[in-house]
């Protein structure tokens, strides 16, 4: 039976052959070929309120117009697409260092092209989107503590775990905006002081919104004078925007 004595009995050749692109699938020493690398582009422009990749800046679009909100803005610094689809789902899931090594340097470089964009916001406090302890246990860590903490250091501004997640929800992938608002409705509470501060709440991924928009809503309640979010990968196309 092939064990680790196999894997560790290879030469350097053999490792190139089983180590392949996340993105296209070719024999590849590193996480991603260089063609796949390429491939993954900063978000130019964007709608301004919920952050849907656009050929240029608009301050409403379509997909947001009849949905309330509790954002003042939305920054998307990737689409949410292949491969870097790949990569988040090879950090989250399969804990993989080196996904993570690739995700901070694209962090780092959205972010530096971003940098005006985001400091004219001015931001006081940085606050991740809270895991409930159910799902950290499963997954071992929480991937927005981890993107604010980055965020934090590149603007020189503190993180705080400024709210709480009080009750566990069930998966919301595959589900329409209003399904998710339905199902997020109350699963936060206030776990800090942010009463006149404009807060920057960091995510990997958004989709509909409405996680972040219940963060938004438990932040304004605190009496947060701002709430903007900064996610690493946008989904292009909101769900079922009749909702």
């Not at 949905?67 to 990737?78: E, G, Q």
């Not at 709440?201 to 701002?226: C, H, M, P, W």
Request: aromatic content about 6%.
């Amino acid at each position: 039976m092939r064990g680790k004595g196999f894997i560790n009995s290879l030469p350097l050749v053999g490792w190139f052959l089983l180590s392949r692109c996340r993105g296209c699938g070719v024999p590849s020493p590193s996480l991603l070929c260089p063609q796949c690398l390429r491939k993954i582009q900063i978000v130019d422009g964007s709608c301004e309120r919920c952050g849907l990749p656009y050929p240029q800046d608009v301050p409403i679009c379509g997909s947001c117009v009849d949905k309330r909100l509790h954002l003042d803005s939305v920054i998307a610094l990737y689409p949410y697409r292949s491969p870097l689809k790949e990569v988040l789902h090879s950090w989250k899931f399969g804990r993989s260092y080196r996904a993570w090594k690739l995700i901070r340097e694209l962090f780092i470089s959205a972010m530096e092209a971003k940098k005006e964009k985001i400091e004219a916001i001015s931001p006081h406090l940085v606050v991740p989107v809270p895991l409930h302890w159910r799902r950290k246990w499963t997954r071992e860590f929480n991937q927005s503590a981890l993107l604010s903490s980055l965020a934090g250091k590149l603007l020189s501004v503190p993180v705080e775990e400024a709210v709480k997640r009080i009750r566990h929800t069930s998966p919301q992938r595959g589900s329409s905006f209003r399904e998710r608002k339905k199902n997020i409705k109350g699963a936060f509470a206030l776990k800090g002081e942010v009463r006149g501060k404009r807060i920057i709440i960091v995510d990997d991924v958004a989709t509909t919104l409405a996680t972040a928009s219940e963060i938004g809503r438990t932040l304004e309640k605190g009496g947060a004078l701002e709430v903007h979010l900064l996610v690493l990968a946008r989904v292009e196309k909101m769900y079922d925007t009749k909702d």
